[in-house]
């Protein structure tokens, strides 16, 4: 296992004339869930499509599981579940995962393998439109763990859903990262971040904090993440 799943460096990318990520430096160990919190705008998308392979970067480095982020290694070693589910909604759950499974050269053992992990086994045969939004967010989640995937890039992944339905996807997150994956989940909802062990706070393009929760924290004097983020952004500060 490599020592850090993701570690950016000076990274700065300029999309036409604004600089989306300014001078951005971060490491993320292995199985941890790291939150990545900030407002519209902040940077959050560009850092994702960056980590993905699909942002060309300006200056600075960014390596993914010891690769430099874009290399052909990594398809199989990434899965990206976007915010709107980016399967086949006329397709059964089986159909949309053999579909998946052949584009990436997944064996018939990695079907079975994912419906288990995500829980849609008794749901395999039913179209997907005809489930409901968390099995849709598990089926967007098997498709992703098809390859095996070390790191888990999830933008939004429980926006809309129910506080039960968000309750079991975060469960599953959990199980995830106890396997020794590692999870990057963008939210910009601060009780979301609640959830997850590390946090990666941007605002504009820079970090403002990246660690743990509790180190943030204490570092802020605060309860909570909401309290902490606008203690650092109404103090100017930043907490390492």
């Known amino acids: 296992m490599h020592n850090s799943a993701i570690v950016a460096s000076h990274l700065t990318v300029t999309r036409e004339t604004v600089r989306a990520l300014q001078d951005v430096n971060f490491s993320i160990e292995p199985g ?37 982020a874009g290399s052909s290694e990594l398809r199989k070693q990434i899965g990206y579940v976007t915010q709107s589910p980016a399967v086949y909604m006329d397709l059964t759950v089986l159909e949309n995962l053999r579909y ?62 129910d506080p039960l339905l968000r309750r079991d996807l975060w469960r599953l997150f959990a199980d995830l990262a106890g396997q020794g ?6 939210s910009h909802v601060m009780d979301e971040a609640e959830l997850c062990t590390d946090l990666l706070l941007l605002r504009e393009g820079r970090v403002l904090s990246h660690g743990s929760k509790q180190s943030l924290l204490s570092k802020t004097h605060t ?16 907490a390492a």
């Open 100 to 161: 998946f499974a052949s584009i990436i050269n997944a064996p018939a053992s990695a079907i079975d393998r994912v419906l288990k992990e995500v829980d849609l086994q008794p749901q395999a045969n039913q179209v997907v439109q005809q489930l409901s939004g968390g099995q849709l967010a598990r089926v967007s989640l098997a498709v992703a763990l098809l390859g095996d995937a070390q790191l888990l890039v999830l933008d939004e992944p429980t926006v809309g859903l």
């Open 181 to 186: 994956r590692t999870l990057l989940i963008s």
């Open 223 to 238: 309860k909570s993440v909401q309290e902490a983020f606008l203690a650092l952004v109404q103090g100017g500060t930043h």
């Open 32 to 68: 941890k869930i790291t939150g990545l919190i900030g407002p519209s705008g902040s940077g959050k998308t560009t850092l994702i499509r960056a980590i993905i392979g699909a942002q060309e970067l300006t200056s600075g480095s960014l390596e993914i599981l010891g690769l430099p």
